[in-house]
């Protein structure tokens, strides 16, 4: 039985979090923080903002993709090169329980805010670090973005098709890992603060996040190099598993596999070839795997008989997993993509559209945030500094 909503503060609630990440991966922690409860402050830097605000085209607002995971944090502008803005940043720290950045190698050092200058203000910090390789790696020193790490972690070599160059994959899977594997070790610290009363230096890098990704592809390699395969197109990375593929219908394409023995069945009963079911050489995946062509083609003569929907209820109904292939334009006007909700629509204060993203995580204690509006560049600087003033000269006047 599980219990009903309730209002009660959510988990981190009470949680203070500075955002000086980028782009992706440093600001997707501090979002999902932030749909667990934290205040997020974006810390960026005056007149342009981070470099994916600051890609706005002239005259227009913030760029959607900015949009989609910066909403509900309030926005400071500080030149942190400036000893002022410095100061008030060091002020900020003090009341911190989260820092997240993930600037290139050596540039919280060189502005002073690494994590032994800010520990040593703040021993209750906690400082969380994306970079592109750990730190003990001999790549530590070198700058990396997604398609960098693709690029290095193998998964571009992956993908693809055996006739082509290796592709990189659409979405930014190694930013948006990176920082979902942030976010747990910063929740991961908060529990231990709880405990311990200390920070630390909570360190994750792109590609030992992207790794595991590709644990079909080192199980093959590791198991038997001389027969592992790279690029496999749609078919599973190991070659182990059939049928494994998209296949085309009469009005688009599905995606359909098959991992277990009753799957395999409840699809050869469906495709009226009980020989196949039947037959002992395919009664396990390694069997399937050496038919893969020919089992592939009984699919897709299947498929290319039906629409896309009408299949999919048909092998949803013999238990056979599988799902529509949909572009992106589909996605976003899909029904289900907002009903989650994942992606919210926002009318600023000022009247313009955004549009953002919900949080994957759901709580069975707490509703889904409402939609959350995004700060202009420095909206919140006279609040959030002011009120730094105004504490230190209570500070000062009560000595």
Same mark, same amino acid.
């Given at each position: 039985?599980?219990?009903?909503?309730?209002?009660?503060?959510?988990?981190?609630?009470?949680?203070?979090?500075?955002?000086? *990440? $980028?782009?992706?991966?440093?600001?997707?922690?501090?979002?999902?923080?932030?749909?667990?409860?934290?205040?997020?402050?974006?810390?960026?830097?005056?007149?342009? %903002?981070?470099?994916?605000?600051?890609?706005?085209?002239? *005259?227009? *607002?913030?760029?959607?993709?900015?949009?989609?995971?910066?909403?509900?944090?309030?926005?400071?502008?500080?030149?942190?090169?400036?000893?002022?803005?410095?100061?008030?940043?060091?002020?900020?720290?003090?009341?911190?329980?989260?820092?997240?950045?993930?600037?290139?190698?050596?540039?919280?050092?060189?502005?002073?805010? =690494?994590?032994?200058?800010?520990?040593?203000? /703040?021993?209750? @910090?906690?400082?969380?670090? !994306?970079?592109?390789?750990?730190?003990?790696?001999?790549?530590?020193?070198?700058?990396?973005?997604?398609?960098?790490?693709?690029?290095?972690?193998?998964?571009?070599?992956?993908?693809?098709?055996?006739?082509?160059?290796?592709?990189?994959?659409?979405?930014?899977?190694?930013?948006?890992?990176?920082?979902?594997?942030?976010?747990?070790?910063?929740?991961?610290?908060?529990?231990?603060?709880?405990?311990? %009363?200390?920070?630390?230096?909570? =360190?994750?890098?792109? $590609? =030992?996040?992207?790794?595991?990704?590709?644990?079909? /592809?080192?199980?093959?390699?590791?198991? /038997?190099?001389?027969?592992?395969?790279?690029?496999?197109?749609?078919?599973?990375?190991?070659?182990?598993?059939?049928?494994?593929?998209?296949?085309?219908?009469?009005?688009?394409?599905?995606?359909?596999?098959?991992?277990?023995?009753?799957?395999?069945? %409840?699809?050869?009963?469906? !495709?009226?070839?009980?020989?196949?079911?039947?037959?002992?050489?395919?009664?396990?995946?390694?069997?399937?795997?050496?038919?893969?062509?020919?089992?592939?083609?009984?699919?897709?003569?299947?498929?290319?008989?039906?629409?896309?929907?009408?299949?999919?209820?048909?092998?949803?109904?013999?238990?056979?997993?599988?799902?529509? @292939?949909?572009?992106?334009?589909?996605?976003?006007? =899909?029904?289900?993509?907002?009903?989650?909700?994942?992606?919210?629509?926002?009318?600023?204060?000022?009247?313009?559209?955004?549009?953002?993203?919900?949080?994957?995580?759901?709580?069975?204690?707490?509703?889904?945030?409402?939609?959350?509006?995004?700060?202009?560049?420095?909206? $919140?600087?006279? $609040?959030?500094?002011?009120?730094?003033?105004?504490?230190?000269?209570?500070?000062?006047?009560?000595?």
């Amino acid at each position: 039985m599980t219990s009903e909503p309730s209002s009660a503060a959510r988990p981190l609630h009470g949680i203070n979090v500075l955002d000086l *990440g $980028q782009v992706y991966g440093g600001p997707y922690c501090a979002h999902l923080l932030l749909h667990l409860g934290a205040s997020v402050i974006k810390v960026e830097s005056p007149g342009r %903002g981070e470099p994916l605000r600051a890609n706005r085209a002239a *005259g227009a *607002g913030d760029p959607v993709g900015f949009q989609l995971i910066n909403g509900g944090k309030s926005s400071v502008a500080l030149d942190l090169k400036s000893k002022e803005s410095h100061d008030e940043f060091l002020a900020l720290v003090r009341s911190a329980d989260v820092l997240i950045e993930n600037f290139a190698p050596g540039t919280a050092l060189s502005l002073g805010i =690494d994590y032994e200058t800010l520990h040593a203000i /703040n021993p209750r @910090l906690i400082y969380a670090t !994306l970079k592109a390789y750990s730190a003990d790696s001999p790549n530590a020193q070198l700058r990396g973005m997604d398609l960098t790490v693709q690029a290095s972690s193998g998964v571009m070599s992956v993908n693809g098709f055996p006739d082509g160059p290796p592709v990189r994959c659409g979405p930014s899977l190694v930013d948006f890992l990176g920082g979902t594997h942030l976010a747990l070790g910063v929740t991961a610290a908060l529990l231990e603060r709880s405990i311990t %009363g200390r920070g630390q230096h909570v =360190d994750v890098s792109l $590609q =030992d996040a992207v790794l595991p990704t590709l644990t079909s /592809n080192f199980a093959a390699w590791l198991t /038997n190099p001389d027969s592992a395969f790279e690029r496999t197109g749609n078919r599973h990375g190991g070659m182990r598993e059939s049928p494994y593929n998209v296949y085309a219908t009469n009005d688009g394409w599905i995606a359909i596999l098959c991992i277990s023995e009753p799957q395999w069945r %409840g699809l050869c009963e469906l !495709l009226d070839r009980l020989d196949l079911r039947d037959d002992p050489t395919l009664a396990t995946n390694h069997g399937r795997a050496l038919r893969m062509l020919e089992i592939d083609d009984v699919v897709s003569d299947w498929t290319r008989r039906h629409d896309s929907v009408s299949a999919i209820a048909l092998l949803q109904g013999a238990g056979v997993p599988c799902a529509q @292939l949909k572009t992106v334009l589909q996605v976003v006007d =899909d029904e289900s993509t907002r009903a989650v909700p994942m992606l919210r629509h926002v009318v600023n204060d000022d009247g313009t559209d955004s549009y953002t993203f919900g949080s994957p995580v759901r709580l069975s204690e707490h509703e889904p945030l409402e939609p959350l509006a995004v700060s202009t560049l420095g909206e $919140q600087n006279e $609040q959030v500094l002011s009120a730094l003033h105004s504490s230190s000269r209570g500070s000062h006047d009560g000595r």
